[in-house]
Each structure stands twice: as structure tokens, then as C-alpha cells.
């Protein structure tokens, strides 16, 4: 898998304390939940990325790439 840009929806609030867990994605908290957007290097790394927002009580809505050149911010 190449480096893409993703985006992932959550429904539920992230702990302050949680921020640091994805401190390399943009992160925005929306009703009802939590949008992050950030590089994903591999399919280990998005299993990763996942798994943590289950483990902080989200409930994954959606996750799904935005770009793919190298993982660049398709918005730039």
C-alpha cells in the first residue's frame, strides 16, 4: 500500500488526554464526534489507527482515502 491521505469519522468525544495519541493527524471535534485526517504509511498502520479510536470508546463511522500521492494533503 502506498502512503495515502485518509479521513476517519468517530462518533463519541476523544479524551483530552487522547490528543497525543494522533498528534501527526489534523484533528477536528464535531457533533457528534471526532474527524481526523492524516497520512497513513500502510495497511498495519491504518489497522493501528483503528484499533486506537475503538480503544478511546469511538465508534468508527467511516475511514476512507483522500489523496495518494505520497500521503500529500489532497486539499493543499
Not at 476523544?14 to 498528534?23: S, Y
Not at 500502510?42 to 489523496?67: C, F, K, N
Amino acid at each position: 500500500m502506498t502512503k495515502r491521505y485518509y479521513e476517519f469519522r468517530a462518533d463519541g468525544t476523544l479524551p483530552a488526554r487522547a490528543h497525543d495519541v494522533f498528534c501527526d493527524m489534523v484533528l477536528e471535534e464535531t457533533r457528534p464526534g471526532v474527524v481526523l485526517r492524516g497520512t497513513v504509511l500502510d495497511d498495519s498502520h491504518l489497522h493501528g489507527i483503528l484499533e486506537q479510536l475503538r480503544a478511546l470508546g469511538l465508534t468508527v463511522v467511516s475511514a476512507y482515502p483522500l489523496g495518494s500521492r505520497d500521503g500529500e494533503d489532497p486539499d493543499r
